[in-house]
């Protein structure tokens, strides 16, 4: 009995025809994934916006890494905004602790500044010399304003007030004429005493 062989030149077309139609198929596929790809991105629904943000602290670095700010809440509960120079010197703070709320602008030394505070209800400015020490307070107590001149032992040495309406009592500055001067008034806005 003898075999019959396909001659080499038709099996050679017939693998030929079938590479031909598994590239084609390749390409449908690959069309297909890319045309069903596009149409889910495009019609994706965009993920949703955080509306909060929870973390303990947040830290603030430059492009070098360089830590320029904080924000968090402190080991004592108080809650704190600190913004630092490049030298990595603080420079602002603001916080809100027991006591009251704060904001510090600092010198590089971290002594010399100015502190706007709230405390026990009463609002104060207060500048600060390069010891540290509280120099000027403007402030406002009892319901009235209060300039007050601090030695660098802290005693206050002198400052202008206004008394509140129940004393009847003023200290101003500036009184009328080429000069300035104090003035004392009495309740019923009586001068008692000026000078000069």
Known sequence: ???????????????????RELRWHRRAWLAVVLVVGALALGGAAKPPVSQELRATKIVLTDPSGTVRGTLGVEADGTPALRLSDAAGIERLTALVSGTGPSISLLEGDRKTAARLVVESGVPRLALSDRTGSDRLWVAVRLGSPVIQFIASDGAARCGLATMNDDTGVAVVSGAKGPMPGL?????DRKVVWSAP
């Open 183 to 187: 003035v004392l008034y009495d309740k």
């Open 1 to 19: 009995m003898r075999t019959h062989h396909p001659e080499p030149e038709r099996i050679e077309a017939s693998l030929n025809a079938l590479s």
